[in-house]
C-alpha cells in the first residue's frame, strides 16, 4: 500500500494540533512531538504539521508563508453536502478563517477554510452517480 505525507509548516505546533484536533483529526502519538504534529487523514494519507524551523530543513530556500498567500491548496472529499458544510462551520469555529464562498453544482458540492496559520483546505463532496469512468 502506498501511503502519502503532505508536510505543512506551522508557527506554533501546539495550536495547530488543538484546532485539528477539534475538526475531528487524531494524531500518531510515536510520530509526534514538540515539533511535530502526524495528523492520520485515513490509513495511507498522513499530515505532518512541522515547525517552520523542523520544516525548513527538509526544503532549500526560504520557508513560504500560507499567511501571506496560498503555498499549497489541500482537497479532501466528505461523504455527503452536510459533511462539507459541518466540516467548514467546525473550522470557522475553531480558529479557521473563511476562504471561498461554497459552491455547489449538481454533482458537486464544495466549501473551504483557511488554518490559522493561513493554509488553505477545499472540502469537496462528489455525487458518484456523475463520476464518468
Request: negative net charge; aromatic residues 8%; without cysteine.
Amino acid at each position: 500500500m502506498r501511503m502519502l505525507f503532505v508536510n505543512l509548516p506551522v508557527r506554533d505546533v501546539a495550536a495547530a494540533r488543538s484546532f485539528y484536533e477539534a475538526l475531528g483529526f487524531t494524531f500518531h502519538r510515536l510520530d509526534s512531538d514538540e515539533g511535530s504534529a502526524s495528523m492520520v487523514v485515513d490509513e495511507s494519507i498522513v499530515v505532518r504539521l512541522l515547525a517552520r524551523d523542523r520544516f525548513a530543513e527538509l526544503v532549500t530556500g526560504e520557508v513560504g508563508d500560507p499567511a501571506s498567500g496560498p503555498t499549497v491548496l489541500l482537497s479532501l472529499t466528505a461523504d455527503t453536502r452536510e459533511d462539507v458544510d459541518d466540516l467548514v462551520a467546525r473550522a470557522l469555529g475553531s480558529g479557521g478563517g473563511p476562504w471561498l464562498p461554497p459552491r455547489d453544482t449538481a454533482s458537486d458540492h464544495t466549501g473551504s477554510f483557511t488554518d490559522p496559520d493561513g493554509h488553505v483546505w477545499e472540502i469537496r463532496w462528489i455525487d458518484q452517480l456523475h463520476v464518468v469512468n
